[in-house]
C-alpha cells in the first residue's frame, strides 16, 4: 500500500525557520493534491497549505507570506518551508495526499501521514 512519512519537526525559538518533508512510498503512479494540515492541542485540525499536481497553490491566510509549499513529483514527496514562526504555529503537522493513482489498482485513494511535532518557544 502506500505510506507517508513526515520528517523535519522539531523545536525552535520564535523567528527561526523549519523545513517539513512528506515523503510517500508505495507503488503511486500520481498524487494529485499534496496537503498541509496542523493540529494545535484542544483545537480542530486546519489546513495550511496545499499545492495541486499542476502547481496551483493554495494558503491559509494565517501562514501566506511565510510558509512555502512545494514538491517533487519524482520523489513523491512535499515540502513545507516554514519561516518566521510564531508560537501559535505550535502543533503536529500532517501530510495528506489526495487522488493517488496507484499502479495495477482501480480507484482513486486518499492517505494521510502520522504527524511531526513542531514546536515554537516564545
Known amino acids: 500500500q502506500v505510506q507517508l512519512v513526515e520528517s523535519g519537526g522539531g523545536l525552535v525559538q520564535a523567528g527561526g525557520s523549519l523545513r517539513l518533508s512528506c515523503a510517500a512510498s508505495?507503488?503511486?503512479?500520481?498524487?494529485?493534491?499534496m496537503r498541509w494540515y496542523r493540529q494545535a492541542p484542544g483545537k480542530q485540525r486546519e489546513l495550511v497549505a496545499a499545492?495541486?499536481?499542476?502547481?496551483?497553490?493554495n494558503y491559509a491566510d494565517f501562514v501566506k507570506g511565510r510558509f512555502t509549499i512545494s514538491r517533487d513529483d519524482a520523489k513523491n514527496t512535499a515540502y513545507l518551508q516554514m519561516n518566521s514562526l510564531k508560537p501559535e504555529d505550535t502543533g503536529v503537522y500532517y501530510c495528506?495526499?489526495?487522488?493517488?493513482?496507484?499502479?495495477?489498482?482501480?480507484?482513486?485513494?486518499?492517505?494521510w501521514g502520522q504527524g511531526t511535532q513542531v514546536t515554537v518557544s516564545s
Open positions: 495528506h495526499a489526495l487522488g493517488v493513482l496507484l499502479y495495477g489498482l482501480g480507484g482513486v485513494y486518499d492517505y
Open positions: 508505495g507503488s503511486i503512479f500520481s498524487i494529485n493534491d
Open positions: 499545492e495541486t499536481r499542476g502547481g496551483t497553490t
